[in-house]
């Protein structure tokens, strides 16, 4: 199995700081994973509504995301904090969170304008919107070149301060650690992945690509898979307990779904199992 990567993910402190770091500037902050997955935004902030209007109206999300790609790119290439005009001609920056010299994720600030800026080309817009554009255009903003370079030196100071608390990084197996010990804990009751993605701050996404790539399984096969430990450990303890028994105590809501999920993983059917487990039992009784 390969190295584990530097996991992404956001802690309270982190989420704090940020959203007051938005809040600050009236703009849109936005962690990503190193696959470019966005994770969580600044007290959930929404795209703005010039950018909402840019997808709806003119059908710019595809480029928007593609654009994104580029940028996070760069900024790993160029290992610092860039500032770019988008396709709709508003500002954004995108800063690459590295520990220990390796890019864990990245952070996007925007959306925003910078004094200065020549307007966009409204001629080619649509008539139908042109006028909702403008509005919500001005409305955005708007940084002089002096206080941008403010905006990311405080930027700058804030990735570094998270990056040497590693208040944002997970290695690889302390993260499966975490797992298996939540499912560990839960494997009887009835939990979904969702669940323990909220418990562990992660997204549901980020968990099942990072199992998937990892450990080849899924969180439904470890659940599994720990349903049939206890149940195993059951019989171990009381060989006498039957199918249904067991079942439903180590968290199946179906027998015979059960059996067929025993019979799959370990080869033979339950009943087997329980019968080897009571002549284990009487051999060493005798």
């Known amino acids: 199995m390969s190295s584990m990567p530097m996991e992404l993910f956001l ?13 600050l500037l009236d703009v849109r902050v936005t962690f990503y994973s190193l696959a470019g997955e966005p994770l969580r ?6 795209n703005c509504a010039y950018c909402s209007l840019v997808h709806e109206e003119l059908s710019g999300f595809s480029r928007c995301v593609s654009m994104d790609c580029d940028k996070q790119r760069e900024a790993v290439q160029r290992s610092e904090i860039i500032n770019y005009r988008c396709h709709a001609g508003l500002h954004e920056c995108i800063a690459p969170v590295k520990v220990r010299g390796r890019t864990a994720g990245f952070v996007m600030i925007g959306q925003f304008r910078i004094d200065g800026d020549e307007e966009p080309d409204w001629s080619t817009i649509p008539e139908k919107c042109r006028e909702k554009l403008k509005k919500a255009y001005f409305e955005l903003p708007c940084f002089t070149g002096e206080k941008l370079q403010a905006v990311l030196g405080v930027l700058k ?4 301060y998270i990056a040497v608390r590693e208040l944002a990084v997970l290695q690889g197996d302390r993260l499966r650690n975490e797992i298996d010990l939540y499912i560990e804990k839960h494997a009887a009751e009835d939990i979904r992945l969702p669940d323990m993605a909220r418990k562990l701050g992660r997204s549901v996404s980020t968990i099942s690509q990072f199992l998937r790539n990892n450990y080849q399984t899924s969180f439904k096969g470890l659940l599994l898979d720990a349903r049939l430990k206890i149940a195993e450990k059951m019989w171990r303890d009381d060989p006498g307990a039957t199918v249904a028994e067991v079942a439903f105590a180590s968290g199946f809501c179906d027998q015979f779904y059960f059996s067929r999920v025993f019979s799959r993983r370990r080869g033979m059917p339950p009943g087997k199992f329980r019968s080897q487990m009571r002549r284990a039992g009487e ?4």
Not at 11 to 23: I, K, N, P
Not at 157 to 160: A, C, K, M, P, V
Not at 283 to 286: N, R, S, T
């Open 41 to 46: 935004r600044g007290k959930e902030m929404r």
């Open 283 to 286: 051999i060493i009784d005798d």
């Open 157 to 160: 100071t804030l990735i570094d």
């Open 11 to 23: 802690s309270d402190e982190v989420q704090g700081l940020l959203d007051d770091f938005a809040s």
